[in-house]
């Protein structure tokens, strides 16, 4: 059967898991996955599973897959889709299709998704024949991996599904690689040993724990301080004395100033798109005012904004071997320059001398979190104000400990959160999320019940979509509009799903709120109560409408 088939390739892949809710549009495909070594994971509801698979892709760099059911079950999905493309991970969306000959009918849950999807994707295709789905899974898994990672669309019509098909393997798919030329590297050399004030910005996906750690080696032998883009702060460890900080939503001053004045800008893997470059206001467009050297996968991203004076389209990790063997260019000068930014990075995210309104003190809170969290424990978060102190007090030390969405898409901390636990089960799993951004996907809460999963969420509620209400104080103070939330017990919530729950009102609260939620052994929620005045690290809503 054509649906088993589809399995078959799925598993020839690398697929070890997938994320679905069932639907009766792809019925073959869940009967072969009954007897597949492929691990599934029911969720309840399609946007839950599409930003899980991200999350696999993400942790792994391999296409995580998501199955999913015709119309409203692909529409749903639509947000990790989303995720998937501006985050550059590689997915694989499966979707239930009506039978091929009801097309253009407007039948049941009728969509072309080639048109719905086909401006966020990668590719989106039809499987009109069932001989032809290795063909098909094969292009898709290459087309995910390939160049700049990203999503892809497979359409799955009922009937072609229930075929009966005989038809060979394709091969394990194996995505290309490029390598810069002999010329490039040398060129790099040459402007590296010229430089006074170089500095490397990381991002992007197509990293590995080996390609990190080589290019921290890189920067300590050249002198290299090193900022990470916008929620890419696993890239380089905080406490590498290169690591100076990362570029986000509200990054330090001093950080920005250092970039401006370096004379060469090293920036390998990512975008440099809107977030990382403070609104396209970091560089000159077209052409930066510092020498620009771009490493990045896909050829078509190298000078689509900014003009490079080396642009090399390889990936980080084959970019950083060919790299490796560069003589050093270190001068006592870069030397002192790093460590001067090194240390002012240090004292930016030190959560001790934070204070603001309220019984729950959030710097005391990120200071425990470091001190009991273990290095390789994995933290998540969707979109909001509650997360900048996540991103600028918590130590990131290794690879692979940061599920969080460059597109700023809420509710993705739980879904993530949920991946992450069911891919390492002997890891500690944090999801961080706000009040608004917890109820985007709560119901996936259920699913770590489901599966025994242990995830711990620590939700910072302070009654209100935090971000929207800064930005509506700062143009329209104190005309308050569609930012109030009048929220549930979360900690009875837990409760209810079978899970543990407790309610976090004071600052001596949360230590043994959060050693009882680890030793339970049960998905947990600590619900943290926020006083509203403490809208950022840095301010107040009192201060906001004042102007200040």
């Not at 969306?93 to 998704?113: K, P, S």
């Not at 292009?139 to 160049?147: C, I, M």
């Not at 890239?235 to 290169?242: Q, S």
């Not at 620590?458 to 929207?468: A, C, K, P, R, S």
Request: with cysteine; hydrophobic share 40%; aromatic share 6%.
């Amino acid at each position: 059967m054509a649906g088993h088939v589809l399995v078959d390739q799925l598993r020839l892949h690398g697929t070890e898991h997938v994320f679905c809710v069932p639907g009766e549009s792809y019925l073959p495909v869940l009967d072969g996955l009954v007897d597949a070594d492929i691990q599934v994971t029911v969720c309840r509801q399609e946007g839950g599973a599409a930003i899980m698979a991200e999350a696999y892709g993400k942790l792994t760099g391999r296409p995580g897959v998501c199955l999913v059911t015709r119309a409203p079950g692909a529409t749903n999905a639509f947000a990790g889709v989303h995720v998937a493309s501006q985050d550059s991970t590689p997915l694989i969306l499966l979707v239930g299709q009506i039978d091929r000959a009801m097309r253009d009918r407007e039948a049941f849950q009728e969509m072309d998704y080639r048109a719905v999807f086909g401006s966020q994707v990668k590719w989106a295709a039809e499987i009109d024949q069932a001989e032809r789905i290795p063909e098909y899974l094969s292009r898709a898994f290459h087309v995910a991996l390939s160049g700049r990672p990203g999503p892809v669309v497979l359409a799955l019509p009922e009937d072609m599904l229930s075929e009966t098909v005989a038809v060979a393997d394709a091969r394990p798919c194996q995505a290309p690689e490029t390598l810069p030329s002999t010329g490039q590297t040398q060129a790099l050399a040459d402007r590296l040993a010229d430089a006074e004030r170089p500095l490397a910005i990381l991002g992007g996906s197509c990293w590995d724990a080996r390609s990190v750690q080589a290019f921290g080696a890189f920067a300590e032998r050249h002198a290299l301080p090193v900022a990470v883009q916008f929620r890419r702060q696993m890239l380089c460890p905080v406490d590498h004395p290169c690591f100076i900080g990362d570029l986000g939503l509200g990054s330090d001053p001093q950080l920005l100033s250092a970039i401006r004045e370096s004379d060469l800008i090293l920036a390998v893997g990512g975008r440099l798109s809107e977030v990382p470059s403070q609104s396209y206001t970091l560089f000159d467009v077209p052409n930066p005012s510092q020498t620009l050297v771009h490493v990045h996968p896909d050829v078509g991203e190298l000078n689509r904004v900014y003009q490079a004076d080396i642009a090399m389209a390889c990936t980080p990790g084959t970019w950083v071997r060919a790299i490796e063997p560069l003589a050093p260019t270190a001068t006592a000068a870069r030397r002192r320059r790093c460590e001067q930014l090194h240390a002012r990075r240090q004292a930016w995210s030190d959560p001790s001398g934070i204070e603001h309104p309220g019984a729950l003190q959030m710097g005391q809170v990120m200071a425990h979190l470091n001190a009991v969290l273990p290095e390789d424990a994995i933290l998540t978060n969707g979109a909001g104000n509650y997360a900048t102190w996540l991103h600028r007090f918590y130590r990131f030390r290794a690879y692979g400990t940061q599920l969080a969405p460059t597109s700023g898409s809420m509710g993705y901390g739980l879904p993530a959160a949920v991946s992450a636990q069911r891919l390492y089960p002997d890891r500690r799993v944090v999801c961080f999320a706000g009040d608004g951004c917890f109820m985007m996907h709560g119901q996936e809460f259920a699913t770590a019940v489901q599966y025994g999963l242990p995830i711990l969420v620590i939700l910072i509620d302070n009654g209100m979509f935090g971000t929207i209400r800064m930005h509506q104080e700062r143009r329209y103070p104190g005309r308050v509009s569609a930012t109030a939330l009048r929220n549930p017990d979360f900690a009875a919530y837990a409760r209810a799903f079978g899970g543990h729950g407790e309610r976090v009102e004071t600052t001596a609260e949360f230590a043994p709120a959060l050693q009882r939620a680890l030793e339970s052994g049960l998905p947990a929620i600590l619900h943290c109560l926020l006083d509203p005045e403490a809208i950022t690290p840095t301010t107040t809503l009192s201060r906001l409408r004042q102007g200040n």
